[in-house]
């Protein structure tokens, strides 16, 4: 590793080849990007939603290197530990405490400890987790929130949080967009197209999407994304009825653009409660790089962005998914869009990561 920048290791989470490309592995990327030496870890077994002919790519042993300063590195788990121990990196990243096995006893690393939902999201929470959530609350020597809800869960356990949202790498969303993907044709006959891409959990507002549906009959309600907790097959059984939504299933990262590019009006229809408010949905600044008109429910951690139009309820969604269609022609409005976009980007969260790793490393350790 190079001494003139911090370096840092993510611990094993999502796959780097899965078709979700999130926060893990945005972050690794933006942190490299700005000249930090990264290894990201990837899961001995395959994690997350697994990219088309990924399989091969993935099946490695040992290092890969993706560019001069970011690394894969894949071995059994039990190797782990060790090999941070022998290397010394500055950082370790922790998203999950169930990834607090892999720090070594004996750390020379400082270890940056993220919480990025409510706690509520994770249905396995026993006070074994708890306990472990807790301890490194208190020990982490860079804790992150990302969302102000997360903040105020955190501040009065510690000084010091860093409050570090979700964000967007432009350069995915502004390439011109392809034809229209063969399994978009159909609703991109309609006038109108309204999407939604993400995760399709108990969260979403499945009353407040068909009420829309049912209230704009000519457009088409497009869901791209892999279901939690739930099956396609109930996903697809509940608007089988609905001739005008059309629900495609999960979707690769770099393919993502192509849908959206496809979309008159962006949405996130959720529901309203400790995990959406204390969400920073990645799908809002990717909509916001895409340059579409976003409307969603009144979450808290997005009350703050300007290019959001807000609908208070089911029976407000049409006439909000209307007004978004006419802000498009809105040159404010879209200047808007673009400077919400710029403002959160993943290399400007990856120089605050780092900056604030620097910082800490400057310091005594307590």
């Not at 909000?320 to 809105?330: F, H, I, K, N």
Request: charged fraction near 20%.
């Amino acid at each position: 590793f190079a001494d003139d920048e911090p370096s840092f290791w993510f611990l094993p989470s999502l796959s780097w080849f899965s078709k979700a490309f999130q926060r893990p592995q945005q972050l690794a990327l933006g942190l490299s990007e700005v000249g930090c030496p990264v290894v990201y870890c990837e899961p001995w077994e395959a994690a997350g939603f697994a990219a088309d002919g990924a399989a091969k790519e993935r099946n490695f042993r040992g290092f890969r290197t993706l560019s001069p300063r970011l690394h894969l590195l894949r071995c059994p788990p039990e190797m782990i530990a060790s090999l941070i121990e022998a290397t010394s990196p500055s950082a370790l990243l922790m998203m999950w405490t169930e990834q607090a096995p892999f720090i070594p006893i004996k750390r020379k690393s400082l270890v940056v400890y993220e919480m990025v939902d409510d706690h509520s999201l994770t249905k396995h929470a026993d006070s074994g987790w708890n306990v472990t959530h807790e301890r490194w609350v208190r020990e982490a020597d860079v804790m992150v929130a990302t969302a102000e809800l997360l903040l105020a869960q955190l501040t009065p356990k510690r000084p010091n949080v860093l409050m570090l949202p979700n964000a967007v790498r432009l350069q995915d969303w502004s390439e011109p967009s392809s034809p229209v993907p063969y399994d978009m044709r159909m609703a991109r006959s309609a006038p109108v197209v309204v999407g939604y891409h993400g995760v399709l959990a108990e969260w979403f507002d499945w009353e407040m999407w068909e009420h829309a549906a049912e209230k704009r009959p000519d457009w088409a309600f497009v869901l791209g994304g892999p279901t939690y907790l739930l099956s396609d097959d109930e996903v697809r059984n509940r608007l089988a009825r609905r001739r005008n939504i059309h629900y495609l299933g999960p979707k690769d990262y770099r393919a993502l653009r192509h849908y959206t590019a496809q979309f008159d009006v962006a949405t996130i229809p959720f529901r309203l409660n400790p995990i959406t408010h204390a969400c920073s949905p990645v799908k809002l600044f990717e909509y916001m790089a895409a340059g579409k008109p976003i409307v969603a429910t009144r979450m808290h951690e997005i009350l703050k962005y300007h290019s959001v139009l807000f609908t208070d309820s089911t029976a407000s969604f049409p006439a909000t998914l209307d007004a978004a269609l006419e802000s498009r022609s809105d040159p404010e409005y879209r200047v808007a869009l673009q400077r919400e976009a710029e403002a959160n980007t993943w290399t400007a969260r990856a120089l605050q990561l780092r900056n604030a790793v620097q910082l800490r490393m400057q310091s005594p350790i307590a």
